[in-house]
Antibody
Framework: QVRLVQSGAEVKKPGASVKLSCQASGYSFTDYYMHWVRQAPGQRPECMGWINPKNGVTNYAQRFQGRVTMTRDTSISTVYMELSRLISDDTAVYYC?????????????WGQGTLVTVSS | DVVMTQSPDSLAVSLGERATINCKSSQNVFYNYDNKNYLAWFQQKPGQPPKLLIYWASTRESGVPDRFSGSGSGTDFTLTISSLQAEDVAVYYCQQYYYTPRTFGQGTKLEIK
């Protein structure tokens, strides 16, 4: 079965960077784009962008351009999301979710989420 | 970005009664080429990731009880729970996956009356 295991919670100071990981199993890792979605407390989920694990091509939401970097390591079926110049508004749970495991590009599976807290 | 607006923001329904949640997209999410609406519904309980209920606006995900149904096309969509059960207490989100970035509604909190 599909498993998406994310790295553990992080506490960062404003201005720092954070790098999260998401290890996938149970499906062909390189065949499905991986998305990152974050959710601030009490807020709606927000899509940050995606990476094509096959070739590393990325597409970032405009509001994160210049601050987010998504990478992958195909040898261990893992994608990474690094967010720099953190501010308090970046406090959120960050999820990975592959698209296309179903009949279309919707999300059928999500990682368990990683809580990132930004606080001085 | 495409704006998804849900109504109401919160809803209290008696057990066994019908619950209806609406979702409006600022852009048409119907794709003529494949005749599909790129609209999904998710259920989220505290401390958990969203769970897919409905995709293509009206197709129930495997394992989702048939009391959940989706309808609508173009810009206006509805999620209906025909007979509310206690385990349905959650926040419900619609999401369009036609445009980049994908966007979610603000959520509807469903409670028991």
């Amino acid at each position: 079965q599909v498993r998406l295991v994310q790295s553990g919670a992080e506490v960062k100071k404003p201005g720092a960077s954070v790098k999260l990981s998401c290890q996938a199993s149970g499906y062909s890792f390189t065949d499905y784009y991986m998305h990152w979605v974050r959710q601030a407390p009490g807020q709606r989920p927000e899509c940050m962008g995606w990476i094509n694990p096959k070739n590393g091509v990325t597409n970032y939401a405009q509001r994160f351009q210049g601050r987010v970097t998504m990478t992958r390591d195909t040898s261990i079926s893992t994608v990474y999301m690094e967010l720099s110049r953190l501010i308090s508004d970046d406090t959120a749970v960050y999820y990975c979710a592959p698209e296309g495991l179903g009949s279309g590009s919707y999300y059928t599976q999500w990682g368990q989420g990683t809580l990132v807290t930004v606080s001085s | 970005d495409v704006v998804m607006t849900q109504s109401p923001d919160s809803l209290a329904v008696s057990l066994g009664e019908r619950a209806t949640i609406n979702c409006k997209s600022s852009q048409n999410v119907f794709y003529n080429y494949d005749n599909k609406n790129y609209l999904a519904w998710f259920q989220q309980k505290p401390g958990q990731p969203p769970k897919l209920l409905i995709y293509w606006a009206s197709t129930r995900e495997s394992g989702v009880p048939d009391r959940f149904s989706g309808s609508g096309s173009g810009t206006d969509f509805t999620l209906t729970i025909s007979s509310l059960q206690a385990e349905d207490v959650a926040v419900y989100y619609c999401q369009q996956y036609y445009y980049t970035p994908r966007t979610f509604g603000q959520g509807t909190k469903l409670e028991i009356k």
